[in-house]
T-cell receptor, first 115, second 114 residues
Framework: AQTVTQSQPEMSVQEAETVTLSCTYD???????LFWYKQPPSRQMILVIR??????QNATENRFSVNFQKAAKSFSLKISDSQLGDAAMYFC????????????FGTGTSLTVIP | KAGVTQTPRYLIKTRGQQVTLSCSPI?????VSWYQQTPGQGLQFLFE???????NKGNFPGRFSGRQFSNSRSEMNVSTLELGDSALYLC?????????????FGPGTRLLVL
């Protein structure tokens, strides 16, 4: 089974600064999807950014970008110009192309934004 | 469009009871997946339903079951509740199964088993 590892249980960043959250995964598949989801306190999970493994170009969504290193099985999330509203639990997730919509989630990184 | 809704939002049950949770997907979405979220185990996949058929099942005991109706609404049932079933249960919906479409999560049902 696929496994997703987030080695940073907690991270903090000063407002307006940049922070990078790490994620590694293990798979024998060559084509798959990777995601970062954000779960604010007591609020529902929302998609931050998505990457398809066959695309070499790193995905970007406004202040959020990823560094996708397929050979290293690494998928880190960079948040630029951090805002107070970015404070949340961030989950990295893997989804195979062969098993429907089943996500494999990492354990999450709790991000604190310091004013 | 309305988002994914889950009812009830909070639930307290005692050991041995059973519980049914409901998930209404975004209009037009045919896939509904269920996850259990606990502090110790994180987010774990329970099962996925697509067009009323169970497509995938996670590694949970048979006490956990689900179904999907023709309007894509889904229910999850847990029988003979145990203390360890206390968790946030999330459902997620998407247009299709297995494609690049985004999955949208509901707010969850928080279940406490006493």
């Amino acid at each position: 089974a696929q496994t997703v590892t987030q080695s940073q249980p907690e991270m903090s960043v000063q407002e307006a600064e940049t922070v990078t959250l790490s994620c590694t995964y293990d798979t024998s598949e060559s084509d798959y999807y990777l995601f970062w989801y954000k779960q604010p306190p007591s609020r529902q999970m929302i998609l931050v950014i998505r990457q398809e493994a066959y695309k070499q170009q790193n995905a970007t969504e406004n202040r959020f970008s990823v560094n996708f290193q397929k050979a290293a099985k690494s998928f880190s999330l960079k948040i630029s110009d951090s805002q107070l509203g970015d404070a949340a639990m961030y989950f990295c997730a893997y989804r195979s192309k062969n098993t429907g919509n089943q996500f494999y989630f990492g354990t999450g990184t709790s991000l604190t934004v310091i004013p | 469009k309305a988002g994914v809704t889950q009812t009830p939002r909070y639930l307290i049950k005692t050991r041995g009871q059973q519980v049914t949770l409901s998930c209404s997907p975004i209009s037009g979405h045919r896939s509904v997946s269920w996850y259990q979220q606990t502090p110790g185990q994180g987010l774990q996949f329970l099962f996925e339903y697509f067009s009323e058929t169970q497509r995938n099942k996670g590694n949970f005991p048979g006490r956990f079951s689900g179904r999907q109706f023709s309007n894509s609404r889904s229910e999850m049932n847990v029988s003979t509740l145990e203390l360890g079933d206390s968790a946030l249960y999330l459902c997620a919906s998407s247009l299709a199964s297995g494609g690049p479409e985004t999955q949208y999560f509901g707010p969850g049902t928080r279940l406490l088993v006493l």
